[in-house]
């Protein structure tokens, strides 16, 4: 019996490669990409730890050579979500038994397996699958899918040793029970740590899961259930699903073990997944917890007293890196007439100097976007602004689908705040800027915060303290994460718990303690030492 009280400390970050020429990472990483790349997998449905094959399949292929296909995956159909629930459910009898310790252990080894064998393996699926450059792939599917399983593991600490007081002649403790049913974890493309983060927290917790992965990043998803297996998690603690979105959703909601819904993607999915759970909230055995990410307009609003370099540097890497396929991703930015000009020269000259291309070739800065649904959505937005009175192109514009999925760093210049690239979602490497009047600050943080119903990021830049102050309060409900003279993107599991709220979401904060409470339902135990023996109140003898 391991009667031992375990204290798992607040963890380091895990520190980013620099991927040298030369490099023992480098070198790795090249021949993994090469097999990857000569390599076609036959990616199963993975259910109880048996991989099943429906021959109803689909195809994983390079964004940036869409014609070269990485891998085949079978879809899950009725027969095979309904198996995963009962997989599940059997594996939730021992899995939610089982010493929280010992599924820490699980996940700590996921992360010195991930840190270690599957640096390269993940980050190549990462680059090939996802078209991810050496750097954005580091940071996503190595650095923060480890820095999830090691902080997660340190908050799970803390939330178990949240226990109240004894009173007199009582002992009272708190049993942090998981959830009585499945998580149906639905995942995106953009991160890699993003698709284990929002399994693996509710599994830390004691939970069991369906995994919906999103078909474009079915390859580095299934290299995480390979690593999930050889850390030691258990056969049907996660069920691999890969398919359609819309079936397994409905199937998953259905059942009265559906217990929550672990979400990142759009606006509409989500809010379609919460009203078939709404719908059936009587069959269910508890009410479902749904934590959700989804939509984001993000911003950035320039105050005149802001620095012209800092603000082209911001908006350039917050708008384009990862072709603006950020959650976080700057779309739309309000700045002084009076450093328009300078910033804008600025971010023409960094475009000029940028590669666009392969991600195997290092050099590319900027890759492709993930599908061709994605470019026809980037290709309206940048035609329509071509079209139109209130608009100009003042940066980029250029597209090719030709060969993979390419659109250059866009920026729309505008002279309407409503202009329909400024409030609406594109999710691509398109900025689209107001240029307003210096004296009209006040007016045009009100209609940054009035403008979009989303609520995820935001950035304020000014050298004025005072000022940023002022517009900071403004803009309270704007944005979940606000960064004060950086760009809107890049939070760090454990330094900056990322979601927002408005219409990006439930703001339960990955990367931090928040998300981890709810997957748990309290038991609080009172045990009377002496039990009492006489009904009456002491002034009644």
Known sequence: MNNAIIQFPTPQNEPVKAYLAGSPERAALDAELERQYNTVLDIPIIIGGKEIRTGDTGKVVCPHEHGHVLATFHKAGEKEVRMAIDAAMEAHRTWSRTPWTTRAAIVLKCAELLATKYRPIMNAACMLGQSKNIYQAEIDSACETIDFFRYNVHYASKIYGMQPKDGAGNINHTEFRPLEGFILAVTPFNFTSIASNLCMTPVLMGNVALWKPSTTATLSNYYLMQLYKEAGLPDG???????????????????????????????????????????????????????????????????????????????????????????????????????????????????????????????????????????DKCNSYISYAEQSPDARIVLGGGRDKSKGYFVEPTVIETTDPHFKSMEEEIFGPVLTVYPYDDDKVAETVKLCDETSPYGLTGAVFGRDRMAVEKISEDLRYAAGNFYINDKPTGAVVGLQPFGGARASGTDDKAGGEFNLIRWVIPRVIKETLVSPTDYRYSYMK
């Open 237 to 375: 603690v996660i069920n691999f699903l890969p398919g359609s979105g819309a079936l397994i959703g409905e199937i998953a909601t259905s059942s009265k073990w559906f217990s929550g819904i672990h979400f990142t993607g759009s606006t509409a999915t989500f809010n379609s997944l919460w009203k078939q759970a709404g719908e059936k909230l009587g069959s269910y055995v508890g009410y479902p917890r749904i934590v959700g990410e989804t939509g984001g307009k993000d911003f950035i609003f320039v105050h005149p007293s802001a620095d012209v370099k800092a603000v082209a540097t911001a908006a350039f890497c917050g708008a384009f890196e990862f072709q603006g396929q950020k959650c976080s991703a700057a779309s739309r930015m309000y700045i002084p007439k009076s450093l328009w000009g300078p910033v804008l020269d600025i971010m023409k000259k960094y475009a000029s100097e940028v590669k666009i291309g392969d991600v195997r070739d290092a050099s590319n800065f900027i890759n492709a976007v993930i599908d061709e649904a994605s470019w």
